[in-house]
């Protein structure tokens, strides 16, 4: 299956729910659509979402939640077809 | 007080540094990783790492701060602005330390975050509150009965909304009869409660704040602000005094914050915030904040007052050392607050490496920054990179320094808001100040859509 990499455009902090109250956006194993955000990077206090990019299951989650990255990093994989 | 713990970072953490410096006072920074080589961090007397990068487990951290207080023997703790400084927890659990906390009392700080709470103050001591219903209208008559007292054009609020959401303005009593069911069926369906209360609506409205020191048992005002030049709810450009306000309106503002001040016996610098009505000349309350704010430097230029080494003098227990004739407005400062975003791509926040760093100077330019050359902008925290505040004999003159500031400000490996500022200054609306709350916004979308 092509594997494709959900990429942070932005250094910042990622989390995977919209705010702490919320379930995540996506859970691993979880059908995604390719305009659909898989996460949120907070960089100096105004948080942007980071969209899936292409469609599938988004099966792996390449950072935790709240941890540090840098802008390019890969953050997920989507397994597309 | 002989040894400050400083519970920030940035720009402010200098500034309190320099503050404790010259009155004495020993210094103690506190820091997160990635501070670990900051301007604050080097510029203390002491440093103490206190957490990984991100805010909320470093300087967001009670426990963390208060152990490094503990550790490195400070006896206070000044909190800046942001953060924990208007916590009223953090301020109960420095007290309950035996420390000194640099601000008023917790319970002050917990009155005065509570909008219900500090409104009702305000009415106690006198201060003009925002005419509108007290809570929600029982239908569409009670609302048209409250708005002829309140005035028109008055707006229509869920009670159960927030963040702007389900507000409606309406300009006379045919558009009221027309909106208020909607609008109400509208909040029941958004926020599973359809209660609308009034309240005034200001088409032209300046925000305009008053700075002021109380000892606990007195109080003094130090003149007042502009600050309505914001985006998305954030200033960009201050000054003091305002430009937009008359002898008399700066009197009657003066006198209302000394006695809100003195209606809750307030001990450190405060601000009391105002909406100012530019069509009538009426002002009203819209809340005090309890904590050094980022354009107290506006005020310290034109009034000689440095306002973080007051604020420590009377956490030490010391009374005001002035009297209110003592205080004199002499000529006018404005300051730019210049941030690492990028104007030409919807002030996208720009973290990045730093190379040459070249700061205004020079006659009446001062620049409070954490920035130096070969410096890191980390992703963590606000995007404040340096804050340029110039000083002119009149406004003028400070228009035309402000011009030759921004010109020398120059950083390089960040976009910053700088060269928007110089802009800015090529406009008569901004040289004329005839703006008001929502005209830096108009002026970035025209902006936007002319280039």
Not at chain 2, 58 to 80: F, Q, R, T
Not at chain 2, 290 to 295: K, L, N, P, S, W
Not at chain 2, 360 to 384: H, N
């Given at each position: 299956m092509p594997r494709h990499e959900v990429v942070s455009p932005i250094p910042g902090v990622f989390y995977r729910r919209p705010d702490p109250d919320s379930p995540p956006f996506v859970e691993d194993g979880g059908a995604v659509a390719a305009d659909q955000a898989v996460g949120l990077v907070e960089v100096m206090k105004s948080f942007h979402q980071v969209a899936a990019g292409a469609e599938g299951t988004l099966v792996e989650f390449l950072v935790g939640d709240e941890d540090e990255v840098d802008a390019g990093q890969p953050v997920a994989v989507v397994e597309t077809g | 007080m002989k040894r400050l713990l400083v519970a920030n970072r940035g720009e402010i953490a200098v500034r309190i540094i320099r503050a404790a410096r010259d009155l004495g006072i020993a210094t103690v920074a506190v820091h997160s990783k990635a501070d670990a080589d900051a301007l604050h961090t080097r510029l203390a007397d002491a440093a103490v790492e206190i957490g990984p990068s991100p805010a909320s487990k470093?300087?967001?951290?009670?426990?963390?701060?208060?152990?490094?207080?503990?550790?490195?023997?400070?006896?206070?703790?000044?909190?800046?602005y942001g953060f924990l400084s208007e916590r009223a927890g953090f301020a109960a659990a420095v007290a309950g330390a035996g420390l000194t906390f640099v601000g008023p009392d917790a319970s002050v700080i917990e009155k005065m975050g509570d909008k219900v709470a500090a409104r009702e103050i305000a009415r106690a001591a006198g201060v003009p509150t925002v005419p509108g219903t007290p809570g929600g209208v029982a239908g569409v008559d009670e609302a048209l009965a409250a708005a002829e007292d309140v005035g028109y054009p008055v707006m229509l609020k869920a009670a159960a909304g927030g963040g702007g959401r389900g507000i409606r303005v309406v300009d006379d009593a045919d558009a009221l009869r027309t909106a208020f069911g909607q609008a109400s069926q509208e909040a029941a369906k958004a926020f599973g409660d359809g209660t609308m209360y009034l309240e005034r609506f200001v088409t032209h409205a300046r925000h305009v704040e008053v700075q002021v020191l109380g000892d606990g048992s007195d109080a003094m005002h130090l003149l007042d602000r502009e600050c309505s030049l914001q985006r998305r709810r954030q200033k960009m450009v201050e000054e003091a005094v305002a430009p937009g306000v008359s002898g008399d309106l700066r009197t009657r503002m003066t006198d209302a914050s000394v006695a809100l001040c003195r209606e809750v016996g307030y001990r450190s610098a405060g601000t009391v915030e105002y909406l100012v009505d530019d069509d009538t000349g009426e002002f009203f309350f819209?809340?005090?904040?309890?904590?050094?704010?980022?354009?107290?430097?506006?005020?310290?230029?034109?009034?000689?007052?440095?306002?973080?080494?007051?604020?420590?003098?009377?956490?030490?227990?010391?009374?005001?050392?002035?009297?209110?004739?003592?205080?004199?407005?002499?000529?006018?400062?404005i300051e730019f607050r210049v941030c690492a975003e990028d104007p030409a791509n919807n002030f996208m926040p720009a973290p990045g490496d730093l190379g040459r760093v070249?700061?205004?100077?020079?006659?009446?330019?001062?620049?409070?920054?954490?920035?130096?050359?070969?410096?890191?902008?980390?992703?963590?925290?606000?995007?404040?990179?340096?804050k340029v505040i110039v000083w002119g004999a009149d406004r003028e003159e400070a228009l035309r320094r402000s011009r030759r500031a921004l010109a020398e400000f120059s950083v390089a490996g960040v976009p910053t808001t700088a060269g928007l500022f110089t802009e800015l200054l090529d406009e008569e609306w901004f040289r004329a100040a005839d703006f008001h709350t929502a005209t830096l916004e108009r002026w970035l979308a025209d902006r936007g859509e002319s280039t």
């Open positions: - | 470093s300087y967001l951290v009670v426990d963390a701060i208060l152990a490094a207080a503990k550790d490195s023997g400070a006896d206070a703790v000044h909190p800046g819209i809340e005090m904040n309890t904590r050094i704010q980022v354009e107290h430097p506006t005020t310290e230029l034109v009034t000689g007052i440095d306002l973080v080494a007051e604020q420590l003098r009377i956490a030490a227990g010391e009374p005001l050392r002035f009297a209110q004739d003592d205080v004199v407005g002499r000529g006018h400062a070249t700061l205004p100077a020079g006659p009446w330019v001062r620049c409070d920054t954490w920035a130096e050359p070969d410096g890191k902008v980390p992703p963590f925290y606000d995007s404040l990179l340096a």
